[in-house]
């Protein structure tokens, strides 16, 4: 069963950076395309990054010139880097196929932006 080990959160003053990382195993990941889902408290999770198998990029419309999606294929790694972040950017972060997720989840990491 595929598994996603996200890392990287933490407490950002707004205009700050954060690099999001997610470990992928259990799966051929370089066949796939991936995400970086987010879910703030009271909403429902969203999409906001995605690389394809053949790296093309698409963002929600909120967060983009701002974050960028990576990988590593040959790492079974995903990244997320988010520049000038700002308090609605408060979530915890997730990765996972895409775009519609998986039955399996990780546990997320917190990202916290104050004002």
């Known amino acids: 069963q595929v598994q996603f080990v996200e890392s990287g959160g933490g407490l950002v003053q707004s205009g700050g950076s954060l690099r999001l990382a997610c470990a992928v195993s259990g799966r051929r990941f370089s066949n796939y395309a991936v995400g970086w889902y987010r879910q703030a408290p009271g909403k429902q999770r969203e999409l906001v990054a995605v690389?394809?198998?053949?790296?093309?990029?698409n963002y929600a419309d909120s967060v983009k010139g701002r974050f960028t999606i990576s990988r590593d294929n040959a790492k079974n790694t995903v990244f997320l880097q988010m520049n000038n972040l700002k308090p609605e950017d408060t979530a915890v972060y997730y990765c996972n196929v895409a775009p519609w997720g998986s039955n399996s989840w990780g546990q997320g990491t917190q990202v916290t932006v104050s004002s």
């Open positions: 690389m394809t198998s053949d790296l093309s990029t």
